[in-house]
């Protein structure tokens, strides 16, 4: 069934090296994506493998 998700976002203001910074602002104009998209994918995916002790 088709259902509308309306998710809540918040602003937070992170520190990253510039080397990262700019190797995700390159990947994020070659895919056609927002920044900021990428960055929650990366993460998402990130903590989705992360291996539990």
Do not use: G, H, W
Not at 21 to 40: G, H, P, Q, W, Y
């Amino acid at each position: 069934m088709f259902e509308i998700k309306n998710e809540k976002n918040f602003n937070k203001t992170i520190r990253m090296p510039e080397n990262l910074i700019k190797r995700l602002e390159t990947l994020a104009t070659k895919k056609d994506i927002s920044f900021n998209k990428l960055v929650v994918q990366c993460c998402e995916y990130a903590l989705s493998e992360l291996k539990e002790d």
